[in-house]
Nanobody
């Protein structure tokens, strides 16, 4: 299984970026996809999650309504559209995949509950 995150970069305050997470080696529609961020020295922090068909989306309060999560099951890609970016959004962003059927209970906000991770993509927001 591989998750490949991309789309990070340097952007000014108020700008936008779209992150992509391309998955391979798994039955993509079986998996909830989530996005997390991590700042050096801090724990991985949940940002958003989307269920298998995109019908349910969940967001951390600090990113509502600026971030939008989506997925394309035909292409095995999850997206995180990030708008009105702020300097405090600066971090390495990771995508994760979890199959709820593999667990008695899944908390999509907890990084430890995810089955697979991508390598991360750096987002830097300048003030």
């Amino acid at each position: 299984v591989q998750l490949q995150a991309s789309g990070g970069g340097l952007v000014q305050t108020g700008g936008s970026l779209r992150l992509s997470c391309t998955a391979s080696g798994l039955t993509y529609s079986d998996y909830v996809m989530g996005w997390f961020r991590q700042v050096p020295g801090q724990k991985r922090e949940w940002r958003a999650a989307i269920n298998w068909n995109g019908g349910s989306k969940y967001y951390a309060d600090s990113v509502k309504p600026r971030f939008i999560i989506s997925r394309d099951n035909a292409k095995n890609i999850a997206y995180l559209q990030m708008n009105n970016l702020k300097p405090e959004d600066t971090a390495v962003y990771y995508c994760g995949a979890v199959n709820p059927r593999h667990h008695d209970y899944t908390d999509y906000t907890k990084h430890g509950d995810y089955d697979y991770w991508g390598q991360g993509t750096l987002v830097t927001v300048s003030s």
